[in-house]
């Protein structure tokens, strides 16, 4: 079997039970109300973007637009405002997932970035056409604490999938 360079262990197959509680948390932190900042990473959108890569056949197009609603019921934004954030951001994480995988997680990071940073002009260019103020350039600071967390997200959702290393001389997996 051929392995990706920057993978050293098979994987064992995702739960889907942990897949959409990881979503759910991350929505639950993005509704934390600690006053929302220009600045401050959108997690749900971080986590769509790393399920949409590992797990385009669960997680999709459809799943991202129903967070994006629920975010937008959430904070009383433009209806559809990070619903076509979240949706967009899923289908083009979908689009180059075959080819993020065979790269290490950091070089993975620096690819995503022109994603996080294509949601966040989306959101800004809706709330203006809709009339709402620019939130100011402290704006370009959060997609790259979104790409910073990059790795530390990649290691804690695929922690639970990865096996124990118990060497088997009959065993080559």
């Not at 889907?16 to 959108?45: K, Q």
């Not at 290490?104 to 800004?124: G, R, T």
């Amino acid at each position: 079997m051929i392995m990706r360079p920057g993978q050293q262990q098979l994987l064992l197959p995702v739960s889907p039970l942990f897949m959409w509680a990881s979503l759910f948390a991350a929505l639950l932190v993005n509704m934390i109300p600690i006053g929302r900042a220009a600045w401050t990473p959108d997690l749900l959108a971080l986590v769509i973007v790393f399920w949409s890569v590992h797990q385009p056949a669960r997680i999709g197009i459809g799943a991202a637009f129903m967070f994006g609603l629920l975010m937008d019921v959430h904070q009383t934004a433009m209806l559809g405002q990070h619903a076509l954030s979240y949706t967009t951001l899923g289908f083009f994480a979908i689009m180059i997932h075959r080819r993020l995988l065979w790269y290490p997680v950091v070089s993975q990071a620096l690819q995503v970035l022109p994603l996080f940073a294509l949601s966040h002009l989306i959101e800004v260019a809706i709330r203006m056409i809709g009339g709402g103020i620019f939130p100011g350039w402290t704006i370009l600071i959060s997609p790259a604490i979104e790409t910073a967390l990059w790795p530390l997200v990649s290691l804690a959702l695929l922690a639970p999938q990865r096996r124990t290393p118990e060497p088997d001389a009959n065993r080559p997996l």
